[in-house]
């Protein structure tokens, strides 16, 4: 066992205290790509993506560069792309497809599979025994409703264990309507911040919207020749003022957030087939889950918004995030809604979009200020909504809080975080979180239901 | 190389269609014009240059293999960075203006740098409506110490009027010279 958790000392999570260091700290850095990215399951395609066989693209698990490939019997598998023989990258297209991917270095060639078919010179010039069972690293993948993701750590849990009751609020962004989910647009980009910021917002903070976001509210809304929003628009408007809403969170670190009413949504013809398609929904996934849930994220880096946004959130030093981000649309999607959500998140989550473009700049500013001593001794306010959380409070599965607007989903995202940085091996993780939930189920019980602030 | 199938070949033009060098040159003033407008802050008068009908449309670009170099620029109707109409860009001007726009408020320092602008007789032969082509460069400071540049090509389509500046932009289409956008946010008017 490790014997020193480089995060502990800036970490409480029962308190809410948290500080800077860890946004920070080259070292603390280095150890997230080892003992966060190397051992999670991180988003790394979406299956349509990837539409036939030898169909290939590039993602990335921390730093380290992955090729996914569709098989020619139609399943995915996903390597560390890199060349065996002196650490090439060993495809450098973003995308396309791919009969065998040869290194541009000395011509070694792998077959889709990841394994070594063909050396120049090879007969002549190795030990047949020297380039037995050369293949490229491989890591487990596992398909979740069109979504793939891949974890290096044999000993982690199933993907079905690692999610838990997230998958119950991961349904309400993918899950809609029958026939999946495919993608309309893709921008990436880079910001000088941690990866983290982008990762504790969508996990735990709806709070920011009406203050990082106001202008964008402000003008993109449609309004009538005298100046007052249309109806429909003032509807979305009282979504985000009206804040009854909840927040969940995992013990594995995922988080969802939503208002009861929905998502404000900022163009009326995706708004017009939401209502349309409602009473499908309903039946499809039951009422609780009719208006799609404002944010979520998948630990560590797959955030989710309910207006199709998909992001990985890619570390790149402690200093640089850089984001891949997806637009989808449900398959059932009409086209003219399908391309509606591809405008609509173009100006608006992209990275000229009016909404995504303040976080940029708050981001930048919150990195900067750590530069600080000072700055990185204080111990920040992560204490919204402390104790109220509680276990499966009316419709909604796991631990949450009733009302929109909370850190404990940031806290929790951090417990899990410092159990990982921890080093411990994930059989003692699992033990420990299970443990954990028990604990917390039974001071649940033990508290009266009407001490919960509703 | 099969580069006539890239994006870039459609806009290749014979130089016999190369306006007039009095069609050029006023052409050319008005690009430098509306550079001015856009470094000042003078994004009201900016949005007056625009035909109510333009078209704004900037794709966004991927790393492909030379046999699919004709994929590298996205299609219109898929991944773009803008994709605006005349509304959609008078509300990205109304946001500036509301004070709360933070990307750019503060307000950053940018400069529009327009260079091989090339001017063409439309194709079409419509007399009063040119081409232009050229390459900017964007230069933009923010907050203390945040610097940073984007390069790329415009092709504009712009139809000559009666107003103070002399033309109306009917159609500009912004290529950036990056696949991942390199910078924080692309908050400015290209």
């Avoid at chain 1, 491989?138 to 979740?144: G, I, L, P, Q, S």
């Avoid at chain 1, 690692?162 to 809609?176: K, L, T, V």
């Avoid at chain 1, 309507?177 to 309309?184: L, R, S």
């Avoid at chain 1, 880096?301 to 995030?321: A, I, K, Q, S, W």
């Amino acid at each position: 066992m490790p014997a020193i958790n480089p995060v502990a000392s800036y970490i409480d999570v029962q308190s809410g205290r948290i500080s800077g260091e860890i946004f920070h700290s080259r070292e603390i850095y280095e150890l997230e790509l080892e003992r966060v990215f190397a051992r999670s399951w991180v988003f790394i395609a979406h299956e349509t993506m990837l539409p036939k066989p030898g169909s290939f693209m590039q993602n990335y698990v921390g730093e380290d560069p992955i090729l996914v490939v569709r098989q020619p019997d139609g399943s995915i598998r996903a390597f560390l792309n890199q060349c065996q023989h002196r650490g090439m990258r060993l495809c450098r297209a973003d995308l396309g497809e791919a009969k065998n991917f040869m290194c541009s270095f000395h011509g070694w060639n792998y077959n889709l599979a990841g394994k070594l078919i063909n050396v120049p010179h090879g007969d002549a010039t190795f030990a047949p025994e020297d380039l037995a069972d050369v293949k490229l690293r491989e890591m487990r993948v596992t398909n979740y409703k069109g979504f793939i993701f891949g974890n290096w750590d044999e000993t982690a849990p199933s993907f079905e264990e690692y999610m838990g009751d997230f998958a119950w609020y991961f349904d309400c962004f993918i899950d809609r309507y029958p026939g999946g989910m495919e993608v309309v647009g893709t921008h990436k980009w880079v910001l000088p911040c941690n990866w983290k910021f982008n990762v504790e917002q969508p996990t735990s903070d709806a709070y920011h919207a009406e203050t990082s976001h106001m202008s964008a509210f402000d003008v993109m809304l449609p309004r009538n020749p005298d100046g007052t929003l249309q109806d429909w628009a003032a509807k979305q408007v009282e979504i985000l003022g009206d804040v009854k809403g909840g927040q969940f969170s995992s013990p594995f670190g995922h988080g969802a957030g939503w208002f009861d009413d929905g998502i404000p949504v900022l163009t009326r013809s995706i708004f017009d087939w939401k209502v349309r398609t409602d009473g499908d929904v309903a039946e499809r996934l039951g009422p609780n889950r009719v208006n799609p849930f404002a944010h979520a994220n998948l630990f560590p880096n797959f955030m989710m918004l309910g207006n199709y946004t998909f992001r990985v959130t890619h570390p790149r030093g402690p200093n640089e995030m850089e984001i891949w981000s997806w637009s989808m649309a449900p398959v059932a999607a009409p086209p003219e809604v399908k391309e509606a959500i591809r405008v609509d998140l173009l100006r608006s989550f992209s990275g000229a979009g009016m909404l995504e473009q303040d976080d940029a700049v708050n981001w930048e500013e919150e990195q900067s200020v750590l530069r600080g001593f000072m700055a990185r001794k204080e111990r920040l306010n992560y204490r919204q909504f402390r104790n109220q959380a509680r276990y499966d409070r009316n419709c909604y599965p796991g631990k949450t809080v009733p009302h929109v607007y909370s850190e404990q989903a940031a806290r929790d995202m951090y417990q899990h975080y410092t159990e990982l940085m921890s080093g411990l091996p994930w059989p003692e993780l699992v033990k420990i979180k299970a443990e954990r939930v028990v604990q917390e189920r039974r001071a649940c019980e033990n508290t009266a239901a009407d001490g919960v602030k509703a | 190389m099969k580069t006539d199938s890239h994006f870039f070949s459609k806009y290749r033009r014979p130089q016999s269609s190369l306006a007039s060098a009095a069609d050029s040159y006023a052409v050319t003033q008005f690009l430098f014009a509306e550079a001015d407008l856009l470094d000042s802050w003078r994004f009201a008068d900016w949005l007056t240059l625009l035909s109510p009908d333009v078209r704004y449309w900037s794709p966004a670009r991927e790393n492909r293999l030379m046999k699919d170099l004709e994929k590298e620029i996205s299609p219109p109707g898929t991944s773009a960075h803008f994709d605006e109409d005349f509304d959609m860009l008078r509300q990205r001007v109304a946001r500036i203006d509301t004070n709360k726009a933070w990307a750019e408020s503060p307000p950053s320092r940018s400069r529009h740098l327009i260079s091989n602008v090339r001017v063409f007789n439309h194709s079409g032969e419509r007399p009063d409506v040119y081409e232009a082509d050229c390459c900017f460069h964007v230069y933009r400071s923010s907050g203390e110490r945040s610097q940073d540049s984007v390069f790329g090509r415009r092709i504009d389509l712009l139809q000559r009027d009666s107003s103070e500046y002399g033309f109306k932009i009917l159609e500009r289409t912004v290529v950036f010279d990056m696949a991942t956008i390199l910078v924080k946010n692309l908050s400015l008017i290209y």
